[in-house]
């Protein structure tokens, strides 16, 4: 079985400040682990995703996000906050035959002036 | 044009009514999904479908049902809908040969269920 906890439903930080957003998953598999961005009243949209190749992850928007096997998580970073990166963002684990996503309940980021 | 589309974007509805959420795609993808959003519970996986005629229940498929009527068409029903399922629903797709396995979401339908 897998799942995905998401630490945090709420962060809050300032313009220019490093952005860290934590995600731990379960997995019996090697996984493959996703970042959504949702801004408000849109869809979600893919961050960046891990397949298996490189352990650190480069997506869009100056994202970033390391996979640890041994701590079996898959933070989100970005090293300074912009406002724009005001959103909710989930953390998602795929098994390696990708038939279902589990999503995590989601961290809303809210970017300080 | 957007890749995956949903109609309605909004829609209020009574207790006991009927009512159908539609998905469409211009991605080629073959497999669809659908989802409902609730506040801090994240994305619950109600549907899926890997093709015209494979249909799988998701994790809350109690009180939906669905209809892939062709291969970018993959339609939602609340049979006798209630306020319990008052929430954002959002639909998927993706290329099962993609080696990736990521999903392109729709831009969601709000639904309140008075």
């Known amino acids: 079985a897998q799942s995905v906890t998401q630490l945090g439903s709420h962060v809050s930080v300032s313009e220019g400040a490093l952005v860290l957003l934590r995600c731990n998953y379960s997995?019996?598999?090697?996984?493959?682990l996703f970042w959504y961005v949702q801004y408000p009243n849109q869809g979600l949209q893919l961050l960046l995703k891990y397949t298996s190749a490189a352990t650190l992850v480069k997506g869009i928007n100056g994202f970033e996000a390391e996979f640890k096997k041994s701590e079996t998580s898959f933070h989100l970073t970005k090293p300074s906050a912009h406002m724009s990166d005001a959103a909710e963002y989930f953390c998602?684990?795929?098994?390696?035959?990708?038939?279902?996503?589990?999503f995590g309940t989601g961290t809303s980021l809210t970017v300080i002036p | 044009d957007a890749d995956v589309t949903q109609t309605p974007r909004n829609r209020i509805t009574k207790t006991g009514k009927r009512i159908m959420l539609e998905c469409s795609q211009t991605?080629?993808?073959?497999?669809m999904y659908w989802y409902r959003q609730d506040p801090g519970l994240g994305l619950q996986l109600i549907y899926y479908s890997f093709d015209v005629k494979d249909i799988n229940k998701g994790e809350i498929s109690d009180g939906y049902s669905v209809s892939r009527q062709a291969q970018a068409k993959f339609s939602l029903s609340l049979e006798s809908a209630i306020p319990n399922q008052t929430a954002l629903y959002f639909c998927?797709?993706?290329?099962?040969?993609?080696?990736?396995?990521?999903?392109?979401f729709g831009p969601g339908t709000r639904l309140t269920v008075l």
């Open positions: 991605k080629g993808h073959d497999r």
């Open positions: 997995s019996s598999v090697p996984p493959y």
């Open positions: 998602a684990v795929s098994g390696r035959n990708g038939n279902q996503f589990y």
């Open positions: 998927a797709t993706r290329r099962s040969s993609f080696r990736t396995k990521e999903q392109f």
